[in-house]
Nanobody, 120 residues
Framework: VQLQAFGGGLVQAGGSLKLSCAAS????????MGWFRQAPGKEREQVSA????????YYANSVKGRFTISRDNSNNRVNLQMNSLKPEDTAVYYC??????????????WGQGTLVTVSS
């Protein structure tokens, strides 16, 4: 699976951004999709994920109620709507995919990062 993330940028605290990730190369609906982020000097952390069916999702506690993940299977995309952004959301955001039809699959496919900067 090839992944390309886009939509990052500079936004003021309290603002919104929408990240998107375009997938190609494999059957998109077989894959769980996720968003991760890495802030300067910190480890990469998982922000959100959505199952291959779209029936279940995950949000890190730090983004619950502010971020919404969705998938558009007709266009092979996964989106992350980020609202009420905080300076601590500043990071490089990565989309990732794992084979959803097999339990325990690793996040094996990664896109390039897109930088989100939230100014105070």
């Amino acid at each position: 699976v090839q992944l390309q993330a886009f939509g990052g940028g500079l936004v003021q605290a309290g603002g919104s951004l929408k990240l998107s990730c375009a997938a190609s190369g494999r059957t998109f609906t077989n894959y769980d999709m996720g968003w991760f982020r890495q802030a300067p000097g910190k480890e990469r952390e998982q922000v959100s994920a959505i199952s291959w069916s779209g029936g279940s999702g995950y949000y890190a506690n730090s983004v619950k109620g502010r971020f919404t993940i969705s998938r558009d299977n007709s266009n092979n995309r996964v989106n992350l709507q980020m609202n009420s952004l905080k300076p601590e959301d500043t990071a490089v955001y990565y989309c990732a995919a794992r084979f959803g039809l097999s339990a325990g699959s690793a996040w094996a496919y990664w896109g390039q990062g897109t930088l989100v900067t939230v100014s105070s």
